[in-house]
């Protein structure tokens, strides 16, 4: 043995003894399992390559060339049993069994095109044979061109494996991928420089027997490794897509070789540009829609039963509508969505809105504005609510008859590249149609066509019919939140008009006292503060912000005790001890006021009215009083605090529910302990503000 081919036959001895292995373990899983058709298959490719393990080391010791030439041929029907099994990976067993399997209707188209691409790898190796040179160019190339299709195949069938079969399939993925990418480089390097690396085809039996534990792992793991392989439209598109570039590049790789070898001396510099020119039109060619269109169409119109794979169809709808936050938005993904699932590039969307007695455009994708109405009562609605039809308008304009009584509005006969119309039905109410205009390439549009359309068209309708719903929903809640809001002040207007009423009447007792002349002004000027606050919440559409600080609770309560003596109402005050909180002094101030000027009309401003400030805990507590009416306990409990709830005559039960909200927002409480005819108590509690020592500044003014 010659010291060069050591190492060769160490490499494929290494291999046949693997394979070897692996046809042992396969004829007893076999023979314990009476059958097995993958299994079987996966038996011959074993025996193959335990061959031309064998025959790779009988040409390393012997050195003989009719063992290389067997070897090489057997390289070739291995190549064409591991595509078998692959091929039968997606096979699926008919739910009756008895020998029934389904067959995907791509399968024989597939199986076909491997054939002959088989066929030719033998002819090109058998005539290189025959011409005396075993690695004939054409052959190399053929060899790597079946390389590149297993791996593009193994890639895109183990993308569709579901997570409970990959465990199972991993391994046997991982060890073909390894092989195929090996042979990929062996053969590529072959056809480049047109010659063998000797040191790569040395290895190379070793690398392929190095993966046999994986295929071994794979098959104790059981003989359901793919059960659950469904090779979807996604997939089927990209292997296409996929092979029709490799094809590609292997054709411009073949011309390149013969342009060098037959340009002279500027053949490397002309290989060079046709390469890149190859290149940049397969750039091209990959970033045109209308080529994607056309690759699409022929996969779903000759590799499927069905053109369209209705989940992943649903599930890429679905994700292009929910993410939209206005309806304007959500139209033009509707349209987008609707469009791309016959590659229509562009189209509008007619809605309706609430009141409205017509349809306008209210979004567009890729379209020209249109300006032109559809009236909700026209032939056109009409024949889109009662039917629900796509409506074709090629066909309209060859076959009037099939739409009968369909008239076509003139706008829509001159929109240019007019196509398809879709209706977006929400229940039996038409809530807008769609405008898509000719496809990139021919669609034809049958009854799965108009069935997609109008099962999607429904589903952007309820969409858009839950948008504008919201939207509605806004809307009323704002002019509810204007409504509360003039319902605030308008009760602050009734208080100003009472205490001016008030003002005026004693007036014409009072007029020269001078004391009532002050006491006036500072009323009529209170009133019209009160009244700007209320105009700037008016136009601010909300109550003031202004700002939080310390109040003074003590000095709140002396104010209130002081108004309301000056219009002749005596409250009792009683003041434990300062107490210091944190909100906006006048609105508090209004709280306490609004209280005890209830206690005074419940006791009729004849009864007792007290106000008690003291300490509870880490809280203040306000306590207004008063021996007059009372509450029911039925009236404390259902109607207290809410909204135009009162027990007067003339109110409006707003002032208690403001109070209630305000309180609330500051971090109190508000507790009512009432009985009729025995008066009320209603104690506010409000956190303490805690004042620390005082600042330097304050000492420094105490020590001057």
Known sequence: MAGGMIPAAASYGLGALAYSALVLQLIHLLWRRRGGGRLGVMLAVAVLSAAWGWLGFAYATRFEPSFLALGILTDILRYGGWYAFLLLLLVHPGERGGGTWSRPPWLLSVATGLGLLLLFALGSVVLGIVSGGYFYHPGLFHMLALAVLALVFL????????????????????????????????????????????????????????????LALSVSRGQGWADRIRLSHRAALHTAALSLAGAYLLFIAAVGYYVRYFGGEWGRALQLGLVFAALMVLGLLAASAAMRAKLRVLVRKHFFSYRYDYREEWLRFTRTLSPQDSPREMGQQAIRGLADMLESPAGGLWLKDAGQPFFYLA?????????AREEAGSSLCTFLAGSGWVINLEEVRCFQKRYDGLELPAWLLELPNAWLLVPLLAGSELVGFVVLTSPRTPVPVNWEVNDLLKTAGRQAASFIAQMQATEALLEARKFDAFNRMSAFVVHDLKNIVSQLSLMVRNAERHRANPEFQQDMLTTVQDAVDRMRQLMLQLREGSAPAGLSCGVDLARVVGRIQAAKAR????????????????????????????????????????????IKLGRQGSQARIEVGDNGRGMSPEFQRERLFKPFQTTKEAGMGIGAYESFLYVNELGGKMLVDSEVNQGTRVAILLPVLEVGGRSGLDRQEAAA
Not at 580 to 599: F, P, S, Y
């Open 567 to 610: 219009h002749g109402q005596a409250i009792e005050v009683e003041i434990g001890e300062p107490l210091v909180t944190r909100g906006q002094e006048e609105r508090i101030e209004r709280v306490i006021g609004h209280l005890v000027q209830n206690a005074i009309e419940a006791s009729d401003g004849l009864g007792r009215v007290w």
């Open 363 to 371: 979004a567009r994708w890729n379209m020209a504005p249109v300006a």
């Open 155 to 214: 890639e895109q069938l183990y993308r569709n494996i579901s997570p409970d079969g990959q465990w199972n399939v991993k391994p046997l993925c991982l060890g073909l991928a390894g092989v195929f990418i090996f042979d990929i480089y062996f053969y590529s390097d072959a056809v480049l420089f047109n010659r063998v690396d000797g040191q790569a085809w040395t290895v190379r039996g070793a690398v392929h027997g190095l993966v046999v534990p994986l």
